[in-house]
């Protein structure tokens, strides 16, 4: 069974930078997506971004060029680098994982059947 540990939530000020931290375990395979997505309450979980096993990434719109995601070099453990942030980045932030075939991975949350506990960023302003 998949087990995915977020950390490195925080408050931060708008311009701010935050470093999310997903330890994934119990992988079957390294043919997978890892990846982040964000829900503030009322509204439906949006994709933030996610890389598959060989590097290959997509993002959301919100996250286009100030956030970056990475990856160990076991493929394990994902990272989510948040810079510039702003009072509408503040949500719950999910680390989410499944098993792919291939290249890209998708940003739709029902693909990913395997999700963390959470990790929430607030932004002030």
């Known amino acids: 069974q998949v087990h995915l540990v977020e950390s490195g939530g925080g408050s931060v000020q708008a311009g701010g930078s935050l ?11 390294s043919r997978k997506c890892m990846g982040w997505f964000r829900q503030v309450p009322g509204k ?5 971004a996610v890389i ?10 919100s996250a286009e060029g100030r956030f ?3 990856q160990d ?3 394990t453990t994902v990272y989510l680098q948040m810079n510039d942030l702003k009072p509408e980045d503040t949500a719950m ?9 291939g290249s890209p991975c998708p940003l739709a949350r029902n693909a990913y059947n ?4 959470g990790t ?6």
């Not at 439906?44 to 933030?48: F, N």
């Open 73 to 75: 070099n076991a493929k």
């Open 44 to 48: 439906e979980r949006e994709g933030v």
């Open 114 to 117: 395997y999700w963390g506990r």
């Open 19 to 29: 470093r999310l931290s997903c330890a994934g375990s119990g992988y079957r395979s």
């Open 120 to 125: 929430q960023v607030t932004v002030s302003s």
């Open 68 to 70: 970056t995601i990475s």
């Open 93 to 101: 932030y999910y680390c989410a994982a499944d098993y792919f075939s």
């Open 52 to 61: 598959y096993r060989e590097g290959y990434t997509t993002y959301g719109d």
